[in-house]
C-alpha cells in the first residue's frame, strides 16, 4: 500500500484536519504536525470512541412511547371537546355592561415530546463534533449516518427517532464490521418507518390473503441500490420484489402491539412471506427473520457492495471523482478484512493518494458550522443556532430530501445562491464572535503556515472586526478540504 512520510510537516497537519476531520481547534495543528496520519490513528482506535454517553438520552423504544402517550392524551383531548355542551357565542345583554376581570395571559404550550427529543438529540450530536479531538471518527458517523438515510420530516416519529438510530445503529458499529451496521440499521425502527416496511406483508401470509393488504418494495429496494450494490451493482426488479417478501414482517411495535416492547423492532411472523426466495440468484430457504439476516449478510459480503463503498468513501474524503486506483485499493481492503470499517478507515489515511490529492472539496454546511465553532470555541447552551444555520445552508440535521441522503460533491453546495447564502451565513457567525482574539490569530489556528499571502492580507485589510472573520471563514483555506 502506498504510504507518505509526513513527519514535522504543518502543511500535512492542516490536510489531517480538514480532510479526514472537522477542522482545528486552538493548538491542534502543532499536536498534529509531528505525525499527522498518528494524529488520526491515535483518535480511530480510542475505545468506544464514537459512542454517544456524555449525557443520558431515552432509547428508540422510549422515544417512541412518548409519542405514542402524546397522541393518545391529544385523542382523549380531542373527543371530551367533542361531547362538551356548546358555550354562548356571547354574555347576555344584563351581563355585557359588567366589567370582567383580565385573565392571567395564557402559558405556554408544551413543545411535543418529538421536538423536545429531536433538540436534546441534537446538542449531544453537535457538542461531541464540536469537541472530538480530531473529528476523524465523526466525520466517519455523519458519513455512514448520511449513507444510512433517515428524515425527520416524515412525521413526528421520525423526529424523535432519528437521533437513537444515529446513537443506537451508526455509532457502535461505524469501526466494526459492515454487515453489523447493515442489520442495525435495517433492523432499526427509523428504517422500518422511513421505508414503510411497519406493514409490509407477504402477499401469501394469512393477513395478505384475507385483508387484501400488500407487499411494500421501498427498503429492499433502497438496500441494494443505496446501502449495499449501487444502482449499477446488477441486481434486477426481480430481485427487489424477493428481497421485499424476504423482509415482509420486519416491522416495530405500534402503541397497542400484542407483541414486543412499543416503539421496538419486531418480527411478526404471520406477516412474513412464506416459502424459499430467490435473491441474486441465490436461494434463501431460511425460516422467519433468519431468512432476512442471511439475505443482508450475503449482500454485505458481495464485490459489488465492496466498490461502491470504497467509491463514496473515497469520494467523501478525497475527491468528487476520487482516484480510480484508490478506490480499487479501499475495495481489497473491505473485502480482504471481511468489510472491516476501522481496517477500511485506516487503509485511507495510510494511502498517500488520499493526502496528496489538491484541497477541491468544499465543506458541506454541517461541517462548515462546526468547523467555525471549533475553531473559535464559540459552543452555543443550546442547539438552536446551530440548528438555524444548518437549516439556512440547505442541510437541516437528519432531514434529507431523499433516502439518498444529503448530496457529497461540491457542486451541490457551491452554486451560486449556495454561495451567497453561505457568505451571510459567515456575516451572521461573524458579528456573534466575542472574545476568541484578533482575527489573523484565529486564521493561524486553523491553516498555520498553509494560509495564503491573498487571504492574510484580505484579513488585514477589513475594514471591520466583523468582516475580518466572514472573509476569514469565506477563505479558500476554511471552505476547502
Keep these: 500500500m502506498s504510504k507518505v512520510t509526513m513527519a514535522l510537516d504543518p502543511l500535512a497537519a492542516v490536510t489531517a484536519l480538514n480532510r479526514f476531520g472537522f477542522g482545528a481547534k486552538p493548538g491542534d495543528l502543532s499536536a498534529a504536525a509531528g505525525d499527522p496520519r498518528g494524529f488520526l490513528l491515535e483518535e480511530l482506535r480510542t475505545p468506544e470512541v464514537a459512542l454517544l454517553r456524555e449525557r443520558p438520552l431515552p432509547g428508540v423504544a422510549e422515544a417512541l412511547q412518548r409519542c405514542y402517550l402524546d397522541q393518545q392524551q391529544k385523542r382523549m383531548e380531542r373527543e371530551r371537546a367533542a361531547m362538551a355542551p356548546p358555550t354562548p357565542s356571547s354574555p347576555p345583554p344584563a351581563q355585557a355592561a359588567a366589567p370582567t376581570p383580565a385573565s392571567p395571559p395564557a402559558a405556554k404550550p408544551e413543545p411535543p415530546p418529538e421536538q423536545t427529543l429531536f433538540r436534546d438529540e441534537a446538542m449531544a450530536r453537535y457538542a461531541k ?225 488520499a493526502w496528496r490529492a489538491p484541497a477541491t472539496k468544499i465543506r458541506n454546511p454541517n461541517e462548515f458550522v462546526v468547523a467555525a465553532a471549533r475553531a473559535s470555541g464559540v459552543m452555543p447552551a443550546e442547539p438552536g443556532p446551530l440548528l438555524t444555520l444548518a437549516n439556512s445552508l440547505g442541510m437541516p440535521l437528519w432531514q434529507p430530501a431523499g433516502p439518498n441522503g444529503f448530496g457529497d460533491t461540491s457542486d451541490v453546495w457551491a452554486a451560486p445562491e449556495a454561495i451567497k447564502t453561505r457568505l451571510d451565513v459567515a456575516l451572521a457567525m461573524a458579528q456573534r464572535l466575542r472574545d476568541v482574539g484578533p482575527p489573523l490569530s484565529l486564521l493561524d489556528t486553523i491553516a498555520g503556515l498553509a494560509a495564503s499571502r491573498e487571504t492574510r492580507e484580505a484579513v488585514e485589510r477589513a475594514e471591520s472586526r466583523q468582516q475580518a472573520f466572514a472573509i476569514l471563514f469565506m477563505s479558500p483555506e476554511f471552505q476547502r478540504r
Design 129 to 353: 463534533e464540536i469537541n472530538a479531538r480530531a473529528g476523524f471518527v465523526e466525520r466517519l458517523v455523519a458519513f455512514w449516518s448520511n449513507h444510512f438515510a433517515v428524515s425527520v420530516a416524515k412525521s413526528g416519529f421520525l423526529r424523535a427517532a432519528a437521533g437513537p438510530f444515529e446513537r443506537e445503529a451508526i455509532r457502535p458499529h461505524v469501526l466494526g464490521k459492515f454487515r453489523d451496521l447493515l442489520l442495525a440499521a435495517v433492523r432499526h425502527p427509523a428504517m422500518v418507518l422511513y421505508l414503510d416496511n411497519q406493514r409490509s406483508i407477504g402477499p401469501a401470509a394469512a393477513p395478505g390473503r384475507f385483508a387484501g393488504k400488500g407487499l411494500n418494495e421501498n427498503l429492499a429496494r433502497e438496500i441494494l441500490e443505496l446501502h449495499t450494490l449501487g444502482v449499477d451493482g446488477g441486481y434486477a426488479q426481480t430481485d427487489v420484489t424477493a428481497f421485499a417478501r424476504i423482509l415482509t414482517g420486519w416491522s416495530v411495535a405500534e402503541a397497542e402491539s400484542e407483541i414486543g416492547e412499543p416503539g421496538a423492532f419486531v418480527f411478526k411472523a404471520n406477516w412474513h412471506e412464506p416459502g424459499a426466495q430467490t435473491l441474486l440468484g441465490k436461494e434463501y430457504a431460511q425460516q422467519g427473520a433468519a431468512q432476512g439476516e442471511a439475505a443482508l449478510r450475503d449482500l454485505a459480503a458481495r464485490p459489488q457492495t465492496a466498490k461502491h463503498i470504497a467509491f463514496k468513501l473515497a469520494r467523501h474524503f478525497v475527491a468528487d471523482a476520487p482516484p480510480g486506483e484508490l478506490v480499487e485499493a479501499l475495495a481489497r481492503v473491505f473485502v480482504q478484512t471481511d468489510g472491516d470499517l476501522r481496517a477500511l478507515a485506516e487503509a485511507l489515511i495510510a494511502d498517500e493518494r
